[in-house]
């Protein structure tokens, strides 16, 4: 399949996502509200309080897995999103990748496809700080956990990838299912992956989504305050095809950078489970470019997987590096 162009500015493309009652606690997360702090100056996590798993179980050292993440065309970095830890060892791989070579363009889950113009005038200077939170609709966290590296990718002339599919088109196959996208107008139509979008995963990955959208379900209040009814399957799928629209689009946006510009580095940033197991976005990017090398870190707080205890024979594998961060306070879904 020819990979289409899409060139504004600095020609990068993300997301953020939706939010409404149907929705899972994996995408329900209550954010902390932050006063804006000076983003140049917050701290990476220091390499030492990180222990790294490599697949056959070996643990091995930051400088050593950077070394080894350089060689890649697109490092999958899949995090908890209010892992503040593993926000700032984000920070800390972003500048060592980029100062080793890697890294050369950053790609985001956080930002959709549509504000990516925004993103690009503010990289550029075109348009303020306000003008751009007042415009790139950014999540809530993004003060305290993104920022940071969206200011270093900025100092640093970095491009940053929107890359994610708009909320209210995943919203919209949530209601109707996916079906519904073929209708929109053309202009729309060019903010996700080309439709039809494929439905067709892995079992093991459909099993993990049923497990997260069935299981959680009654755990979020409905207007009485009590627990929601359980979901039909009928919901449940419209809410296994919003995953796929989430997937495809933003292996989509990553192709499209990798299309444009031969031989560039690229980090992408999402939630966990879009590229654990090598599922999602990994799994879609692959079938898009079979040619490109692509490395996966997932990375947890240690409270999820303790780092004095042995990980387990399927924690290793879901990824080429395990990163176990200190214990965050709140653990939040993928």
Not at 132 to 141: E, T
Not at 281 to 299: G, K, Q, S, Y
Request: glycine share 6%; hydrophobic share 40%.
């Amino acid at each position: 399949m020819e990979i289409g162009t899409q060139k504004t500015g600095r020609s990068c493309i993300t997301y953020e996502r939706l939010g409404e009652r149907g929705m899972r606690r994996h995408w329900l997360i209550a954010f902390v509200g932050c006063l804006l702090v000076s983003m140049m100056n917050t701290t990476c996590l220091a390499v030492g309080d990180t222990v790294i798993y490599q697949r056959n179980g070996a643990t091995t050292s930051f400088s050593s897995m950077v070394t080894a993440l350089a060689h890649a065309d697109v490092v999958f970095v899949g995090e908890i999103h209010n892992n503040a830890p593993g926000h700032r060892f984000e920070l800390s791989l972003l500048r060592a990748l980029h100062a080793a070579g890697g890294a050369k363009c950053l790609s985001m889950e956080m930002f959709s496809r549509d504000v990516q113009p925004v993103v690009d005038e503010y990289l550029d200077g075109f348009i303020t700080h306000s003008e751009f939170m007042a415009d790139a609709r950014p999540w809530s966290n993004y003060t305290k956990d993104y920022a940071p590296m969206v200011e270093y990718c900025r100092a640093n002339h970095i491009p940053v990838i929107a890359a994610n599919a708009p909320r209210r088109y995943v919203h919209l196959v949530s209601q109707r299912g996916i079906a519904a996208l073929q209708q929109l107008p053309e202009a729309s139509r060019q903010f996700l992956a080309p439709l039809p979008i494929s439905l067709i995963i892995p079992a093991g990955y459909r099993d993990a989504l049923m497990g997260v959208f069935g299981d959680v379900h009654g755990e979020q209040p409905s207007s009485t305050g009590n627990p929601a009814p359980p979901a039909s399957s009928t919901e449940i799928e419209r809410m296994i095809e919003a995953q796929m629209v989430w997937d495809a689009t933003m292996a989509w946006s990553v192709a499209q950078r990798l299309s444009s510009y031969p031989g560039t580095k690229l980090m992408q940033v999402n939630g966990a489970f879009h590229s654990d197991n090598y599922w999602g976005i990994v799994a879609r990017l692959r079938e898009l470019n079979p040619h490109a090398v692509t490395l996966t870190i997932t990375v947890r707080p240690a409270s999820s997987a303790s780092p004095t205890a042995k990980m387990t024979e399927s924690e290793l594998q879901q990824a080429d590096y395990t990163v176990l961060t200190p214990a965050s306070p709140e653990e939040g879904a993928h």
